[in-house]
T-cell receptor
Framework: ETAVFQTPNYHVTQVGNEVSFNCKQTLGHDTMYWYKQDSKKLLKIMFS???????VNETVPRRFSPQSSDKAHLNLRIKSVEPEDSAVYLCASSSRDWGGYEQYFGPGTRLTVL | GQGVEQPAKLMSVEGTFARVNCTYS??????LSWYQQREGQAPVFLSYVVLDGLKDSGHFSTFLSRSNGYSYLLLTELQIKDSASYLCAVRDDTNTGKLTFGDGTVLTVKP
């Protein structure tokens, strides 16, 4: 049963365009995350929000900007995409009680930059 | 920072067992989680360990040795459907809940 929803499922775009991804969780969790999973399946944290506050901001290019309107929603905008941005972007959430150990992942958004 | 290492591949036989190893080097450690990821799907949480020793959860068991920076995930009575990538993730000692994932071990279970 899906509880972390992501849109779109797939997105194909050209170099230099802007894209936006959305994530919503219905688990009542406090913390949400954006991960990037590349073609070699390496999963790397990009950002994390706790109750709308940015708490993890890894070293990512400035063209990536997250946004959270409330604790159930997390968006990711990429201005002027580059070919190396092609990847699967996974959203996840966790409860404060679980301390981040148990994270629930959405199905991902697969971005292809031509 | 965190460095998390896993072997890339592992093969085993249906009905037997498989042990997926994970070693880590950290500047701060506050537990380790294991996730399963099937091809084309999202990672799914399996277990986490914070204290040394073996934690038996039935089909999946986990072991941790903090002094050696080592953990393993043990799968018993393997089924074909256990074929998947298994990801080890180390939690740092901040309050952010941040996990650093290993590259994953692709387990293939053969008949």
């Amino acid at each position: 049963e899906t509880a972390v929803f992501q849109t779109p499922n797939y997105h194909v775009t050209q170099v230099g365009n802007e894209v936006s991804f959305n994530c919503k969780q219905t688990l009542g969790h406090d913390t949400m995350y954006w991960y990037k999973q590349d073609s070699k399946k390496l999963l790397k944290i990009m950002f994390s929000y706790n109750n709308k506050q940015l708490i993890v901001n890894e070293t990512v290019p400035r063209r990536f900007s997250p946004q959270s309107s409330d604790k159930a929603h997390l968006n990711l905008r990429i201005k002027s995409v580059e070919p190396e941005d092609s990847a699967v972007y996974l959203c996840a959430s966790s409860s404060r009680d679980w301390g981040g150990y148990e994270q629930y992942f959405g199905p991902g958004t697969r971005l292809t930059v031509l | 920072g965190q460095g998390v290492e896993q072997p890339a591949k592992l093969m085993s036989v249906e009905g037997t067992f498989a042990r997926v190893n994970c070693t880590y080097s950290t500047s701060g450690f506050n537990g380790l989680s294991w996730y399963q990821q099937r091809e084309g799907q999202a990672p799914v949480f399996l277990s986490y360990v914070v204290l040394d020793g073996l934690k038996d959860s039935g089909h999946f068991s986990t072991f941790l040795s903090r002094s050696n920076g080592y953990s393993y995930l043990l799968l018993t009575e393997l089924q074909i459907k256990d074929s998947a990538s298994y990801l080890c993730a180390v939690r740092d000692d901040t309050n952010t809940g941040k996990l650093t994932f290993g590259d994953g071990t692709v387990l293939t279970v053969k008949p």
